[in-house]
């Protein structure tokens, strides 16, 4: 079934569907923080990480950048210990080198969008080959709803989704590139 169908009016799926989910950002801490969520989705599903999203942010630091970059081994342990986050080492110890390697990101790119904006447009099989080489724990899955998450790739919401059309006008990079060639 379509996320198109079942989000709508949920408490949940609701507002990340009709006001993020395929809407082009800029913002290092939002694109951060998609990819976190991202990370933590693997394997289990978007209503558990929606629903524990804001425990995540307040857990990661709003999913400050340089804050993230600096946890340690207490942070990790902190972390492993809070039920209002999903506790897997991986993921966790995953994120924060993310977070080391967006910052290194300004230097060779000048920040995290300007790094996407420098690799786009791609194949979906490229994208994931790129995040493999750049990220941590970012399979197929993982960069595909990434990269549709922020209008890197089409197919967020269907064509008579009232979403769909606001991101539309808001210009997605997926579009631009269409509309390049």
């Known amino acids: 079934m379509s996320y198109c169908k079942i989000a709508p ?48 942010n307040t857990a990661f630091r709003d999913f400050d950048v340089d804050k993230v970059a600096a946890f340690g081994a207490r942070d990790i342990k902190r972390l492993l210990a809070d039920a209002g986050i999903i506790r897997n080492r991986l993921k966790i110890v995953a994120i924060i080198d993310n977070a080391r390697r967006v910052r290194a990101l300004r230097e060779s790119h000048g920040g995290f969008a300007f790094w996407l904006d420098v690799h786009h447009p791609k194949s979906r099989d490229e994208w994931v080959k790129l995040f493999r080489a750049t990220f941590r724990f970012t399979g197929g899955e993982v960069v595909n709803e990434f990269l549709m998450s922020l209008g890197y790739l089409p197919g967020a919401h269907h064509p008579r989704c009232p979403a769909h059309k606001r991101i539309m006008r808001a210009k997605p990079p997926w579009l631009l590139a269409k509309r390049a060639k």
């Open 9 to 56: 009016g949920h408490e949940f799926h609701g507002p990340y569907h009709d006001t993020e989910y395929g809407f082009p950002s800029r913002d290092e801490r939002v694109l951060f923080e998609r990819l976190a969520l991202e990370i933590m989705q693997a394997g289990l599903s978007w209503l558990i990480v929606l629903k524990k999203r804001r425990g995540m």
